[in-house]
């Protein structure tokens, strides 16, 4: 089982590794958020579909994805899109689009018992296509979660001085 110290090691591994220059591309750390999230994992099965936003270590992690691969992928460049079919884990850096993606999976398992979760910051639920996509789902009653994690943050600065 995965603790708020796996999550904040790994999250200061790759900030130490992003500051020598060994990741050249863009990295979005979490920090904060650990024992919520770590509580709502406990919900979600291996057969549950998790969707991601641009700060998806943690939930990678959590979903049971290997600490080892996570990192190479995100040394590779890819932190801001960790995508995982085995895991059925899919994130996406552009705000607010993984949303209508969850949604159609969501569609596609309504007669199941698979669920999916999607995870978003608080500024992308601002958004247009969150409110359709909560929207959608609520009326046809689709098997979807939604997550708003609001750090307080809009990447680096204060949400409220975005405002």
Do not use: C
């Amino acid at each position: 089982m995965i603790t708020e110290d796996d999550l904040l090691s790994f999250e200061a591994e790759i900030a130490a590794l992003f500051e020598q220059g060994k990741i050249r591309a863009p990295v979005h750390l979490s920090k904060g958020n650990e024992q919520d999230l770590i509580r709502i994992f406990k919900d979600i099965k291996a057969t549950d579909w998790v969707f991601s936003n641009h700060r998806s270590h943690y939930h990678a992690l959590l979903k049971g994805i290997p600490r080892e691969w996570l990192k190479e992928e995100i040394i590779a460049g890819r932190s801001i899109t960790i995508n995982n079919s085995r895991f059925l884990f899919f994130s996406s850096a552009i705000v607010g689009g993984i949303l209508p993606i969850a949604v159609g999976v969501a569609m596609s398992l309504a007669m199941g018992t698979s669920r999916v979760w999607v995870f978003v910051g608080e500024m992308a639920a601002e958004t247009g296509i969150f409110h359709e996509s909560v929207k959608f789902a609520h009326g046809h009653k689709l098997p979807i979660k939604f997550v708003v994690e609001d750090n307080g943050l809009s990447v680096q600065t204060p949400t409220d001085s975005v405002w």
